[in-house]
């Protein structure tokens, strides 16, 4: 499985959380292809014909990105409206994505408490994440349950650490038991 995974932060040079996962994930033997998008694109000009060239040639999409004003940063809005087309992502001929992978790994300020039905947020962070759901659904793609840590902005390195060892760890389980299916060898589940 070619992993493919794209940060989303306007600040990392003020992020903790990112930072970290972002070294951490980037550096892991899972992942394929690692970009950070506002490096990348500082001027906010994508190169659209590059972005879908590497959705094609990945199969799961990592998209990590700091939660606040409920939603992702702007970046990552503007890249799934310019390359996420029709006719290159959905549609009658945009089948491109199908079958692949979204994942998403989101650091919230807030905490858990705060985010459900009657908490503060009033709704769960998945709620808000729906369309993210939804644009996968579009492109014909698997959106994974995403991966979060809440009360971000309180914690210490050894927690954002440990979530960083725990996102990388489902990764080398999941690519295993890829590997394991493809060469048809038998999988044990305890």
Request: hydrophobic share 35%; proline share 4%; net charge negative.
């Amino acid at each position: 499985m070619k992993i493919l995974h794209m940060l989303f932060h306007p600040h990392m040079e003020t992020s903790s959380v990112n930072r970290v996962w972002n070294e951490m994930i980037s550096q892991s033997d899972q992942v394929e292809t690692s970009k950070d998008m506002y490096a990348l694109y500082p001027s906010l000009n994508i190169d659209v014909e590059r972005e879908q060239q590497d959705l094609v040639e990945h199969d799961r999409i990592l998209l990590q990105f700091p939660f606040y004003w409920y939603a992702g940063p702007p970046l990552l809005k503007k890249w799934i409206d310019e390359v996420l087309l029709y006719g290159f992502a959905y549609g009658s001929k945009g089948t491109h994505l199908r079958g692949k992978q979204m994942l998403v790994i989101t650091s919230v300020g807030g905490s858990e408490e705060d985010y459900h039905p009657g908490g503060a947020q009033e709704l769960t962070v998945d709620e808000y994440l729906q369309p993210l759901r939804k644009t996968a659904h579009l492109c014909n793609m698997d959106f994974l349950r995403p991966l979060r840590m809440y009360d971000a902005a309180k914690v210490d390195k050894q927690v954002i650490r440990a979530h960083g060892e725990q996102f990388i760890s489902k990764l080398r389980e999941e690519v295993a038991v890829r590997k394991q299916i493809r060469s048809g060898d038998d999988i044990v589940v305890n």
